[in-house]
């Protein structure tokens, strides 16, 4: 996208947004502020997250002098920011919005309520990302209980299996985690299809988890099935089936496939994902043994790091809005350390 065209599209939401903040402001009326709710959605959606931060907040802040702090539409709008918070790295705040949110929502739609388990289930899962794993595994166990009773072993249940496993899994208890993966991808394969995102998602999950207690041929074969899935469903350049790629290069690079993981490798290195998102998910190939620069598949893999990082770099002038986005995301994965490594690395290696 040329300057010209990101500052006129900048400008246009601008607009529209001042337009229907100033509708809210004079008419005070809650129909106002849904209006103004309802473009925050629509900007988060074409995933103009940075305008649609600003919007949900000024959205909350509107319906809470209108309606009140603990009106539906305001926990709604707060439940939506607090959505966003953590997708875009801000999870110490999303948690804070959460905290507040929650009891609410119990209060005015009760414990049980569908709406009610959706913000304890994106809550707990924020807690997850921030370590804070004993509380986030009390609250999915709490939410997977109740949306059992509610909805039985359907999709937002499956949801909570998958959450309440990964759970276990950061917290080391692969043996548990496992146990709960396996029974969340028979049900979701018997209900949603073998093929279907949901599916792949834990069955992508599952192998991760099975690499990490060395079961090495179960994840391989977990994770070639689930990436022959993905690349006939979704195509080869869909960021599923790139996800795929990395954790099978990790797998044949544990069992010595170094040819086949290089493979793999640069059919991800020659896709058309964005430079940061290839900087983010390289990350976890690329991290494994950074310093063993003797091996190839390692030295080759880190130095690929830091050339998409150098190519970053050199595109700084033209990066969008989701480029940002996806900076941001690098840094999260990455962290700070890393990446003055891969600095430091740029000056020992001519490219």
């Given at each position: 996208?040329?300057?010209?065209?990101?500052?006129?599209?900048?400008?246009?939401?601008?607009?529209?947004?001042?337009?229907?903040?100033?509708?809210?402001?004079?008419?005070?009326?809650?129909?106002?502020?849904?209006?103004?709710?309802?473009y925050?959605?629509?900007?988060?959606?074409?995933?103009?997250?940075?305008?649609?931060?600003?919007?949900?907040?000024?959205?909350?802040?509107?319906?809470?002098?209108?309606?009140?702090?603990?009106?539906?539409?305001?926990?709604?709008?707060?439940?939506?920011?607090?959505?966003?918070?953590d997708?875009?790295?801000?999870?110490?705040?999303?948690?804070?919005?959460?905290?507040?949110?929650?009891?609410?929502?119990e209060?005015?739609?009760?414990?049980?309520?569908?709406?009610?388990?959706d913000?304890?289930?994106?809550?707990?899962?924020?807690?997850?990302?921030?370590?804070?794993?004993?509380?986030?595994?009390?609250?999915?166990?709490?939410?997977?209980?109740?949306?059992?009773?509610?909805?039985?072993?359907?999709?937002?249940?499956?949801?909570?299996?998958?959450?309440?496993?990964?759970?276990?899994?950061?917290?080391?208890?692969?043996?548990?985690?496992?146990?709960?993966?396996?029974?969340?991808?028979?049900?979701?394969?018997?209900?949603?299809?073998?093929?279907?995102?949901?599916?792949?998602?834990?069955?992508?999950?599952?192998?991760?988890?099975?690499?990490?207690?060395?079961?090495?041929?179960d994840?391989?074969?977990?994770?070639v099935?689930?990436?022959?899935?993905?690349?006939?469903?979704f195509?080869?350049e869909?960021?599923?089936?790139?996800?795929?790629?990395?954790?099978?290069?990790?797998?044949?690079?544990?069992?010595g496939?170094?040819?086949?993981?290089?493979?793999?490798?640069?059919?991800?290195?020659?896709?058309?994902?964005?430079?940061?998102?290839?900087?983010?998910?390289?990350?976890?190939?690329?991290?494994?043994?950074?310093?063993?620069?003797?091996?190839?598949?390692?030295?080759?893999?880190?130095?690929?790091?830091?050339?998409?990082?150098?190519?970053?770099?050199?595109?700084?002038?033209?990066?969008?809005?989701?480029?940002?986005?996806?900076?941001?995301?690098?840094?999260?994965?990455?962290g700070?350390?890393?990446?003055?490594?891969?600095?430091?690395?740029?000056?020992?290696?001519?490219?």
């Open positions: 996208m040329s300057d010209s065209k990101s500052q006129s599209h900048a400008e246009s939401w601008m607009h529209d947004f001042v337009t229907r903040r100033d509708d809210a402001i004079r008419r005070q009326q809650p129909e106002a502020v849904s209006e103004l709710y309802k925050a959605v629509a900007l988060d959606r074409k995933k103009l997250w940075s305008a649609a931060e600003q919007v949900y907040r000024e959205a909350a802040e509107l319906a809470t002098r209108i309606v009140g702090a603990d009106a539906h539409l305001t926990l709604t709008i707060l439940h939506s920011l607090a959505y966003l918070l997708s875009s790295g801000k999870q110490q705040e999303a948690a804070q919005v959460y905290e507040a949110v929650l009891p609410g929502m209060k005015l739609m009760g414990k049980e309520d569908p709406e009610t388990l913000v304890m289930n994106n809550y707990a899962c924020t807690l997850d990302n921030l370590d804070h794993l004993n509380r986030a595994e009390i609250m999915h166990r709490t939410t997977l209980s109740r949306r059992q009773k509610i909805f039985g072993m359907t999709g937002p249940t499956l949801i909570s299996l998958n959450n309440l496993s990964c759970v276990l899994d950061n917290k080391g208890q692969y043996a548990d985690a496992e146990v709960i993966y396996r029974n969340a991808l028979e049900m979701v394969e018997r209900m949603a299809g073998k093929n279907d995102r949901r599916t792949l998602t834990v069955r992508n999950n599952l192998g991760c988890l099975l690499n990490a207690r060395g079961k090495l041929d994840a391989e074969e977990m994770h099935e689930t990436l022959r899935r993905r690349t006939v469903a195509g080869e869909d960021p599923e089936t790139l996800q795929s790629m990395n954790n099978l290069a990790v797998v044949f690079e544990a069992r496939k170094h040819d086949e993981a290089e493979s793999l490798l640069g059919i991800f290195l020659g896709s058309r994902l964005g430079l940061f998102s290839q900087f983010a998910i390289l990350y976890p190939i690329l991290s494994r043994d950074p310093f063993a620069y003797s091996r190839p598949f390692v030295a080759r893999s880190h130095l690929s790091y830091c050339l998409a990082f150098q190519s970053c770099l050199a595109n700084f002038s033209n990066f969008t809005s989701v480029d940002w986005s996806n900076i941001l995301m690098a840094f999260v994965v990455s700070v350390v890393t990446i003055f490594r891969c600095m430091i690395t740029l000056r020992i290696f001519t490219f």
